[in-house]
């Protein structure tokens, strides 16, 4: 094999791993921990679960399926955690009473992917 041959093949091979390449983020996800995401239920309890679990794992991703998830108390974020919902449209945490939506202890990373957010207050650390 020449040596031309041998590089556009190993490049081959390095692409092609690339695009086969697999997650590797723990994910915890929420109906596992019993909410429903029917609007009504209180989910607060299961989401918070789910946030403490992946807290314990570096750069964890709790997953919120398609639904409404109410939840009606301040939700405690610590870590490194991204909340990873199916769509803007499809996915939403509906913060009830005068809850926070999201407390942080200091160094806390939460990223928010396709999930929206409706009632509550802003942020707090």
């Known amino acids: 094999m020449e040596r031309r041959q041998f590089l556009l093949l190993a490049a ?18 929420v109906r596992d921990l019993g909410a429903s ?6 989910d607060s309890d299961a989401i918070e679960n789910a946030l403490r679990l992946a807290a314990g ?4 991703v709790v997953l919120v399926p398609a639904g409404t998830y109410l939840v009606r108390r301040t939700l405690a974020v610590h ?40 009632g509550g207050e802003p942020f707090a650390a």
Not at 12 to 27: D, H, I, K, R
Not at 37 to 42: A, E, K, P, T, W
């Open 37 to 42: 995401g029917d609007g009504s239920s209180d």
């Open 79 to 118: 870590g490194e955690v991204t909340l990873r919902g199916e769509g803007i449209g499809s996915t939403t945490i509906r913060f009830a009473g005068p809850a926070v939506q999201m407390a942080a202890e200091p160094g806390t990373i939460l990223v928010l992917e396709r999930v929206s957010m409706t």
């Open 12 to 29: 081959s091979f390095g692409v092609l791993q690339a695009g086969c390449a697999v997650n590797t983020q723990p994910e915890v996800n």
């Open 57 to 60: 794992t570096n750069n964890a």
